[in-house]
């Protein structure tokens, strides 16, 4: 059997890194894996070409793929587009929301090796991992009504928070299993203080803990999440959060692993088809010098072999190949530090790359 992996490289670093992604799914075919690769463009590259962000053709294909392995999108090339539809943003979006990947899991997990480059101290990080489960598809980023009108003289800007409880309900039970599979601890990070949409969130998901004997809920404001994360970050074991909180503790977690170009992320639909990116974005400042990390794109690819192609064994040689890339002190430019060695983006590619084959 062949799966469909469609590879959207997008903008800025993106194909960069992604080609780095790309050489570890051709080898995991040369193992024997079934799998087709297919391109398409997303984001700025869409709609330099088709005057789209996310282009039908790209759409289609998307639809029709087992998985989608992306790079990311935007760059200040667009962000002047006074037509927000247009921005490469939106074509992200645009595909989470038609493809229903409700479900992200970004995983913050400390490799031993990269103790010293996290931004805290090593004590306080070793060990870590954590698992943060973002509702991807509602609240702030998808609510209606928004936009920006005059209203008494004056331009306003507004967007709308807004989550039904079918929708909290299914991000919450994909998190109660995910933490029923781990530690049986997950923290629900919410302002139920203050906003009304996040005070159903916390009612409907202690009703579902009532579904999970085994796992112990707890709850917490997402200002002191944010402070926790950096305070004692080993307290958290799963977390489950909407889209906006989500989007902002998940960069936060990422320095706690030493980059943010070491996380990575599946974003998955009720069938299990899967997109897998990493979390960070087409970091513009850095582009075509070689100096992305490409270790966040190559672990989403070990996360679409576990979650979409049923191929653990794969997945964890993927992550052992990172380990002994690590083990050997080759590091790209945001985790390096005194006595490791710098690597560029397809240097560290291809390292991954050897250590991947020369594992069974
Ligand atoms: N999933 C996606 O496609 C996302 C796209 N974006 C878009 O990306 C553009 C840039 O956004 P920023 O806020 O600057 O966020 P960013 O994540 O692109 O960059 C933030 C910082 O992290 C660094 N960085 C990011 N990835 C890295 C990697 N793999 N290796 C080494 N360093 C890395 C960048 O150099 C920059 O200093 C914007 O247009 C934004 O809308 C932002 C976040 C996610
Ligand atoms: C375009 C953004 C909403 C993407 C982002 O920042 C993310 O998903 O982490
Ligand atoms: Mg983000």
Redesign the pocket.
């Known amino acids: 059997m062949s799966r469909k992996i469609l590879v959207l490289p997008?903008?800025?670093?993106?194909p960069e890194?992604t080609a780095e992604a790309v050489k570890i799914l051709n080898a995991c075919r040369d193992t024997g894996l079934g799998i087709t690769l297919e391109d398409g463009l997303v984001?700025g590259a869409g709609y330099e070409a088709f005057g789209e962000p996310l282009p039908a053709e790209t759409l289609d294909k998307a639809k029709a793929a087992d998985a989608i392995l992306?790079?990311?999108?935007?760059?200040?090339q667009?962000?002047k587009l006074e037509d927000i539809s247009k921005?490469?943003?939106k074509g992200?979006l645009g595909l989470r929301k038609n493809l229903n990947l409700f479900g992200n899991l970004r995983p913050a997990l400390l490799y031993p090796q990269l103790a010293e480059a996290s931004s805290l101290k090593p004590d306080v990080v070793s060990g870590l991992d954590i698992m943060i489960v973002r509702e991807l598809t509602g609240g702030i980023y998808f609510g209606q009504p928004r936009g920006i009108e005059e209203r008494d003289g004056q331009r306003v800007g507004f967007n709308t928070y807004v989550y039904s409880e079918s929708e909290i309900e299914r991000i919450g039970r994909v998190a109660f299993e995910m933490a029923k599979k781990r530690s049986g601890r997950l923290c629900s990070v919410d302002k139920a203080n203050v906003l009304e949409v996040t005070m159903l969130w916390r009612e409907v998901m202690e009703r579902l803990s009532a579904d999970y004997p085994d796992v112990e809920l707890s709850h917490m404001y997402v200002d002191n999440a944010a402070m926790q994360l950096v305070r004692a970050p080993k307290q958290f074991d799963v977390i489950v959060t909407g889209n906006m909180f989500g989007?902002i503790l998940s960069?936060a977690a990422a320095m706690l692993t030493g980059?943010?170009?070491m996380l990575p992320s599946a974003s998955l639909n009720e069938s299990g088809q899967g997109m897998y990116?990493?979390?960070?974005?087409?970091?513009?400042?850095?582009a075509g010098k070689g100096?992305?990390?490409?270790?966040?794109?190559i672990l989403s690819v070990a996360m679409m072999l576990r979650y979409t192609l049923n191929e653990s064994a794969l997945a964890e040689r993927i992550e052992r190949a990172v380990g002994s890339v690590l083990d050997e002190g080759l590091r790209?430019?945001?985790i390096a530090y005194e006595g490791t060695r710098k690597v560029t983006?397809t240097e560290m590619g291809d390292a991954v790359l050897e250590a991947f084959r020369a594992q069974r």
């Open positions: 997008g903008d800025g670093i993106g890194i984001g992306l790079g990311a999108v935007g760059g200040p667009w962000d921005r490469p943003e992200l989007d960069d980059s943010i170009g990116e990493p979390c960070h974005g087409s970091a513009p400042d850095i100096l992305a990390n490409p270790l966040a794109t790209t430019a945001d983006t």
